[in-house]
T-cell receptor, first 114, second 109 residues
Framework: NAGVTQTPKFQVLKTGQSMTLQCAQDMNHNSMYWYRQDPGMGLRLIYYSASEGTTDKGEVPNGYNVSRLNKREFSLRLESAAPSQTSVYFC?????????????FGSGTRLTVV | DAKTTQPTSMDCAEGRAANLPCNHSTISGNEYVYWYRQIHSQGPQYIIHGLKNNETNEMASLIITEDRKSSTLILPHATLRDTAVYYCIVLNRDDKIIFGKGTRLHILP
């Protein structure tokens, strides 16, 4: 099915370890986004990419890096994981700038840092 | 910061219409109102969006006041599966969705 695919679905890391969360969309969308959602809280924007080759910071970028590898893929990297980064991470994509498109979200990656 | 204000929670009886209000008093002329919902542990799901006219699709209706400072999402016949957190969002110029806390809607059997 067309949509946004996130891998892995679950991950446990030790403090200080690094990892990359993968996101891919097969809808030929231009914009892609990474959000985090802490328990009982709303979603907060980490980074986004308005088009291939560009990335920008969102509300909570510290401790993360991103790569827009190509139009399909947008990865999120934790260089040195901290317990405060325990969260559910959602990737999203959007077809077009502005109101013509809506966001499509992936099913999330549940990350625990111990 | 989110540009919208929503009640923290609401209850609605199953089979009745659920009316979810949203205030967006600082909305600009070219900004759209979007509604999303998030069912427990899942990614947010797009519901509907509008500029100034009322909109309807297979999921819901969106009523926007003439001054565009507030809107109401209407689920015409709520079911238990509509229990979720509903987010009202004003899409800013660079298209980043900034989520507020949303309204937690409980559908009561």
């Amino acid at each position: 099915n067309a949509g946004v695919t996130q891998t892995p679905k679950f991950q446990v890391l030790k403090t200080g370890q690094s990892m990359t969360l993968q996101c891919a969309q097969d809808m030929n969308h231009n914009s892609m986004y990474w959000y985090r959602q802490d328990p009982g809280m709303g979603l907060r924007l980490i980074y986004y990419s308005a088009s291939e080759g560009t990335t920008d910071k969102g509300e909570v970028p510290n401790g993360y890096n991103v790569s827009r590898l190509n139009k399909r893929e947008f990865s999120l990297r934790l260089e040195s994981a901290a317990p405060s980064q325990t969260s559910v991470y959602f990737c999203a994509s959007m077809a077009a700038r502005g109101p013509l498109g809506g966001y499509t979200f992936g099913s999330g990656t549940r990350l625990t840092v111990v | 910061d989110a540009k919208t204000t929503q009640p923290t929670s609401m209850d609605c009886a199953e089979g009745r219409a659920a009316n979810l209000p949203c205030n967006h008093s600082t909305i600009s002329g070219n900004e759209y109102v979007y509604w999303y919902r998030q069912i427990h542990s899942q990614g947010p799901q797009y519901i509907i969006h509008g500029l100034k006219n009322n909109e309807t699709n297979e999921m819901a209706s969106l009523i926007i006041t003439e001054d565009r400072k507030s809107s109401t999402l209407i689920l015409p016949h709520a079911t238990l599966r509509d229990t979720a957190v509903y987010y009202c969002i004003v899409l800013n110029r660079d298209d980043k969705i900034i989520f507020g806390k949303g309204t937690r809607l409980h559908i009561l059997p």
